[in-house]
């Protein structure tokens, strides 16, 4: 039986898409490093997709846990032609307030319907969400600090957490 509300269930469903088209940008932008051998943005850019794909998962398990229906969403097609490594690293931290801001709602969607049962999931989200802006603002110091060159490539490593 569903005791998640179903106002709680779509918003989680829409967040899903959100978290996949998130994967899906930074898909793109990976390819968009590969093609220019830049091995290790591209590794960086990759394995941020596959914690987006991580995060979609972890809200699919939620609202299945508590007995809603998982609704797969159509992904849009996103933005794959860039002009220049900061014009992505600044879009990322752009996309991650963006996402911020809509696990916020969220959380304040929750807390208008009650739904207790759902706030240590979303509070999880919120400290994610800090890491994810603080991981793109790294970013956009480092590569300010190589003059937008090409040798930034060699300063990055992603460690996994
Ligand atoms: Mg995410």
Redesign the pocket.
């Known amino acids: 039986m569903a005791n998640i509300s179903e106002k709680l269930n779509e918003a989680f469903n829409i967040q899903i898409r959100?978290?996949l088209e998130?994967g899906y940008i930074y898909l793109g932008m990976a390819a968009w490093f590969e093609e220019r051998s830049l091995g290790n943005l591209a590794t960086w850019f990759d394995k941020q997709a596959a914690?987006?794909f991580a995060?979609a998962m972890k809200l699919k398990s939620h609202i299945l846990e508590r007995g809603g229906s998982v609704h797969y969403q159509a992904l849009a097609e996103q933005k794959q032609d860039w002009n220049s490594i900061m014009e992505i690293v600044e879009a990322t931290l752009e996309h991650?307030q963006h996402?911020t801001k809509k696990i916020i709602e969220l959380y304040e969607l929750a807390q208008d319907l009650k739904e207790y049962s759902s706030y240590p999931l979303l509070l999880w989200?919120i400290e994610?969400?800090v890491e994810?802006e603080d991981n793109a603002s790294s970013l956009i110091d480092k590569l300010k600090g190589y003059k937008n060159d090409f040798n930034f490539d060699h300063h990055i490593e992603r460690v996994e957490e």
């Open positions: 959100e978290e998130s914690e987006e995060h991650e996402i989200f994610e969400q994810e």
